[in-house]
Structures are given as structure tokens and as C-alpha cells.
């Protein structure tokens, strides 16, 4: 199964730690997107990246939460000295990007964060 | 900001009844994209509606995309318990240097509940 790999599918953390989750895209995409899904809303944009670029984190927290897609290996979100209100489902979804096709965006399972 | 408003929020049929669920905004999107999550996994792509007018048939789904490319819709004919799930309506819009379709707004999505 070559889909978007999320790893780990749940997640404790206590507050005050870090989380890390991690996003490898489908084979052959080489553009990833962050979506947070919080209890009883929906799915809301993070942060779209590149390899090595972040395109736009209009989405993004400003404190706390960061991002990178380095030039191998898989994408990373970080949060920093994690809160209760972090306690969400995190998605990753990658698209291949050619200007002239339509292209569309394929998720992975998601991340399970529950913050005690 | 771009809102995609989603309707009914919840959908509770009997088994062989026929049900429409809209998707409309205010903005303009380059296209528009319907997926079903089912609990404790990640969104799954069943469509994208790219041109304004089309219509496209996925079995016993049909999805419309309004004529000003502002609204969408998806009526399933027929409905089985195994169509349960959620339904989320997504767009996207062009950015300044192609297309870019991974970055969506999603619609709050609509709980259909089939019973036999």
C-alpha cells in the first residue's frame, strides 16, 4: 500500500511535553498538508509544505506548533508543551503538484492526540 | 476567510430512501471535492467536480458542481447501511502560480445514518 503513512496512529502526552507526528506522502508526491480535526468540528488547514519549504502556514498557532518537510524523510508537526485544548485528530494528506492537471489530495489515517 | 456551509448536519434515513446533501459558499473555488471519513480513519476521496455544471456518477452517488462553481451537491439514490458514514464537501482554490489542490476549506461535514 504505497497511501499516505501517519505514524503513530494515537498519542499520549502529558501536558507540558512534546509531540511529534509524522506524515510520509504517497510515492511520488512531493507536496504535504496538515489538517487538525477537532471533537465535534471539522477538518481545518494547518500548514502546507514542500520538500525543505513551508508554502504557507496561515493555519498554524503561532506559538507552540512547527513544521518541516526536510529533503529526506518524512514530514514532521511538532507541539511543543502540549494543552488539553491540543487534543485533536491530525491529518496529513500529500498531492503531486502539475500546474496543467487537475491533482487532488489524499489523506492518511491520522494522528490520535490526547493530551492528560 | 472562505466558509463552505454544509447541510443537514445530520441524516437519518431508512434503507432504499433517497437523500441530497449541499455544499455552498460565497467564494468562488477552482474545485470542489467530496470525501467520506468513517470513524477513527482519515478521509477518503470519492469525487472531484472541476468544471462548473458537471455532474458526475459514482455508482449510486451523483455529484453536482453549481454553474458559478460556489455550491456542490451529492445525492445518493437508494441509500444502504452501508453508505453510513460522514461526508465532507471540500474546495480548493488556485494560487498565483498554477493550481493547488491541497490546501481545502472543508464544509462541517453531514453524519448520514442509513438504518435497514
Known amino acids: 500500500n504505497a497511501g499516505v503513512m501517519q505514524n503513530p496512529r494515537h498519542l499520549v502526552r502529558r501536558r507540558g511535553q512534546e509531540a511529534r507526528l509524522r506524515c510520509s506522502p504517497m510515492k511520488g508526491h512531493s507536496h504535504v498538508y496538515w489538517y487538525r480535526q477537532l471533537p465535534e468540528e471539522g477538518l481545518k488547514f494547518m500548514v502546507y509544505?514542500?520538500?525543505?519549504?513551508?508554502?504557507?502556514e496561515s493555519g498554524m498557532p503561532k506559538e507552540r506548533f512547527s513544521a518541516e518537510f526536510p529533503k529526506e524523510g518524512p514530514s514532521i508537526l511538532r507541539i511543543q508543551q502540549v494543552v488539553r485544548g491540543d487534543s485533536a485528530a491530525y491529518f496529513c494528506?500529500?498531492?503531486?503538484?502539475?500546474?496543467?492537471?487537475?491533482?487532488?489530495?489524499?489523506f492518511g489515517q491520522g494522528t490520535r492526540l490526547t493530551v492528560v | 476567510t472562505q466558509l463552505l456551509e454544509q447541510s443537514p448536519q445530520f441524516l437519518s434515513i431508512q434503507e432504499g430512501e433517497n437523500l441530497t446533501v449541499y455544499c455552498n459558499s460565497s467564494?468562488?473555488?477552482?474545485?470542489l471535492q467530496w470525501y467520506r471519513q468513517e470513524p477513527g480513519e482519515g478521509p477518503v476521496l470519492l469525487v472531484t467536480?472541476?468544471?462548473?455544471?458537471e455532474v458526475k456518477k459514482l455508482k449510486r452517488l451523483t455529484f453536482q458542481f453549481g454553474d458559478a462553481r460556489k455550491d456542490s451537491s451529492l445525492h445518493i439514490t437508494a441509500a444502504q447501511p452501508g453508505d453510513t458514514g460522514l461526508y465532507l464537501c471540500a474546495g480548493a482554490r488556485g494560487d498565483a502560480g498554477g493550481t493547488s489542490y491541497g490546501k481545502l476549506t472543508f464544509g462541517q461535514g453531514t453524519i448520514l445514518t442509513v438504518h435497514p
Open positions: 467536480v472541476v468544471t462548473g455544471g
Open positions: 467564494s468562488v473555488f477552482s474545485s
Open positions: 509544505l514542500q520538500k525543505e519549504n513551508i508554502i504557507d
Open positions: 494528506a500529500s498531492s503531486s503538484r502539475v500546474p496543467e492537471l487537475n491533482t487532488e489530495a489524499f
